[in-house]
């Protein structure tokens, strides 16, 4: 009879056991689930590699990349980096160059020597942007004798770099392979037509797009958008209506939070429709300075693609111009940062929430209009990091809860199975 006891016992911890072990704990599902990647935080661990980094940035190849989901980087050290820039190459056919050493593929260590018949094309970004004439943007990579493993574009003849050594993988997401001299192309570095200067101000003009054309015309904000153009720009332009049922807020702005307005609806990337259906997530703007995240978060549903700010969201509704690398969309409504409106919804403020200005209209006579700018300043509302972790912590609740109530139904049966036993 006393083995029924021990019996009990040993049930109790086994199926206790179970219950805290079954499901992973809200913060693995997260760490799960982020499979992003970003190749300027990868790069900047290894200074061997700071010159490709920032001519990866400068070229804006760096947002490119970070928004595939397979690919593989053949970096070049600052050394071989220097042997490149002698050449002193546009900025845009530099870009071709460092594109081609982007492959559109999956390529760990392991895979290079693993290469069937022992050579390979493979696509690279040069090839993926139309620029290449016919092959010239795939590149061979050969498994040569002795372990050693070559590296050239297709049009041209002979392996003249060779892989050295694993820099950092994500098997198969993302691969940074380290070779020992750039990649030589003649069509790659063939000279290109620099870009004809962009009528920014022209272009939104038209299709109901002139009143924010009309606000960024006289503001400093423009140069910012001008210097991005070629580089690539997006931009989202409110329409005509949107912007004149928004003037009464915007006048309120003082100068420069005006240009930060302004700038917040410009991404300092070129950014296709179909680019934006597929990389839903959040986008930082031309505004983005620092501890001054001005981002917002792009969700499309179906067709339909939605930026959304912590204040309002608008929908895209039409394209103006999309001529890679710049693109204009118009917009449903001026976006408004958090930055600047964080006590501003869209939604009906319950009386619950409603200010209590008896106390604290006294102490604000003697400041007029001043206190109504400040009324649309970073200092009205919560803090950025509370925010944030609240979001975090709304983001994580379903996970738990469902933790939570798995393990404690577990833990209850295992005390009915143990009392039953005896």
Known sequence: MKQFPLLATYSLVFFFLIATMSLPSSTTAAAAANGSHNITRILAKHPDFSTFNHYLTLTHLAGEINHRQTITILAIDNAAMSSLLDKHLTLSTLKNVLSLHVLVDYFGAKKLHQITNGTTLVSSMFQATGSAAGTAGYVNITNLKGGKVGFAAEDNDGLHSFYVKSVEELPYVISVLEISQPLSSADAEAPTAAPSDIDVISIMSKQGCKAFADLLRTSKALPTFKENVNGGLTVFCPTDSAV????????????????????????????????????????????????????????????????ETKVNTAGIIGTLIDQDPFVVYKISKVLMPRELFKGVTEKTVSPAESPKPAKKKSKSTKKGNADDDAADSPADGPADDDSDNQTAADDNSGVTGLNQGFRFTMVFFSLVIGFLVL
């Open 244 to 307: 004149n049922g928004f003037l009464p807020k915007y006048k309120n702005l003082t100068d420069s939070q005006k240009v930060s307005l302004l700038l917040y609806h410009g991404v300092p990337v070129y950014q296709s429709l179909q680019m934006l259906k597929s990389n839903n997530g959040i986008m930082n703007t031309l505004a983005t300075e620092g501890a001054n995240k001005y981002d917002f978060t792009v969700q499309n549903d179906g067709e339909d693609v939605n930026l």
